[in-house]
């Protein structure tokens, strides 16, 4: 067989869509979709209503536009991948995509002669098919955090994936056990913002399908077991100044005290748009069985150093080390439009010179009586989006008026379902 390509873009809801193309495709390009792929839900049921989507001007295509040095290895034998932008059918930027609000966000801080870099970290558990067909947990009888070998992985799903990374150039910090079992983390690498979230959804793209090929279900879904903790995905983030060097830290020193004023602004503007936030980057309806208190997750409006249980955890390390994480993002998010919002709120932070609270000196487990936690349900996030307008204003008024539609259908298409249904509503797709 002749090498293929394989274009690909991340939806709205966390999918990565595209299609396998011939050799002769293979560099500097483009191909179409049908435009109202924004329009469609986890049940595949299309909401023609849908802003941004054209569903009801004639139901058009988009065309997504690569350059031939984008073109990396994938992990198929001869299948080459890439992603690039969305455009509608007059040549404008699709706007509604996350791709397009994260390069948004990255110029709106170059204007300030600052290059945002991130590295992720991913969460999810494994699952096998049962006799029956059902989804039934990875079975890992020896399995205990920061684990490695058999007893955490009896098939070795986690190896392949690794040498399939590495394969078609993917850099891996590391890959763990969680304390729940079966969980896994896959951290990725700093790279600059771009780079790194397309690296990001082929990556998981990658991790799932080859642990598919091993019989193992992967799912970054946020709460997949309710017993056990949740899948998230953490956001670090830092800056490089004009010179390369790392604009968050003013010294070797960790911790706040070896923070910039930009540091701080950054932290401040993730306080202040806190309610808002969590529409957009933890926005499923299961997104709230793991946005809870005492879970670690990111529900209160709460920072602190070295600290695990708030929401904007800051860096013990200091210099060329020094980043800001943000704790309450999952992978039912866009990627790029969940890095989008988190680097969308720390501008208006730094912008507006917003004062910092005091830091988190309490446990994992409750928050101190100043601070706010986030809605309880998806609707009521997605009112707190709403509310906030300076931060809709950030990720853009067309961008979250399509966020906005397509969630509340979420919500109306699972307020009778059981927690266990509304959960296996986005399962097999997240």
């Not at 274009?7 to 049908?34: M, N």
């Amino acid at each position: 067989m002749r090498d293929r390509l394989r274009p690909v873009w991340c939806d709205h809801l966390s999918i990565l869509r595209g299609k396998y193309l011939p050799q002769e495709k293979i560099g500097t390009g483009s191909t179409r979709f049908a435009q109202p792929c924004f329009a469609v839900h986890y049940d595949k049921d299309l909401i023609v209503d849908a802003p941004g989507t054209n569903c009801l001007e004639g139901l058009p295509d988009m065309t997504l536009s690569w350059q031939a040095q984008d073109i990396r290895p994938g992990w198929e034998p001869g299948v080459h991948m890439v992603t690039g932008d969305l455009t509608d059918r007059d040549g404008a930027p699709i706007r509604i995509a996350g791709r397009h609000a994260l390069k948004t966000a990255i110029a709106d801080w170059q204007k300030h002669g600052l290059t945002p870099k991130v590295g992720i970290e991913l969460e999810a558990y494994a699952f096998v098919r049962g006799e029956d067909g059902s989804l039934q947990p990875y079975d890992t009888p020896g399995a205990h955090v920061y684990g490695g070998g058999p007893f955490n992985d009896p098939l070795g799903f986690t190896d392949a994936i690794w040498e399939a990374a590495e394969a078609a150039g993917f850099r891996l910090d590391l890959i763990t056990t969680e304390y729940d079992a079966p969980q896994f983390e896959f951290t990725l690498a700093f790279d600059e913002a771009l780079a790194a979230m397309d690296d990001l959804v082929m990556f998981r793209q990658l991790a799932r399908e080859v642990a598919f090929r091993k019989g193992v279900i992967l799912t970054f879904l946020p709460k997949p077991l309710f017993e056990k903790g949740g899948n998230g995905m953490h956001i670090n983030l830092s800056f490089a100044d004009g010179a390369g060097e790392n604009a968050l830290s003013q010294g070797e020193e960790g911790g706040i005290a070896g923070m910039t004023d930009l540091a701080r602004g950054c932290i401040a503007g993730w306080m202040a748009h806190h309610k808002g936030l969590a529409a957009l980057v933890a926005p499923s309806v299961n997104s709230y069985a793991r946005l809870q208190p005492a879970s670690m997750a990111g529900y209160w409006a709460n920072w602190g150093v070295d600290h695990r249980g708030v929401t904007a955890r800051v860096s013990g390390e200091g210099g060329k080390k020094a980043r800001l994480e943000h704790r309450m993002a999952d992978a039912s998010a866009n990627p790029y439009g969940a890095v989008a919002a988190v680097l969308q709120a720390a501008r208006l932070g730094y912008e507006a010179g917003q004062a910092l609270q005091a830091a988190e000196t309490q446990d994992c487990f409750m928050g101190q009586d100043t601070e706010t936690g986030v809605a309880a349900s998806l609707s009521d996030a997605l009112d707190d989006l709403e509310a906030d307008s300076a931060l809709v204003a950030a990720m853009g008024a067309e961008y979250c008026a399509h966020h906005v539609h397509m969630k509340r259908v979420e919500v109306d298409k699972t307020k009778d379902m059981t927690a266990e249904q509304a959960r296996d509503f986005a399962i097999w797709f997240v």
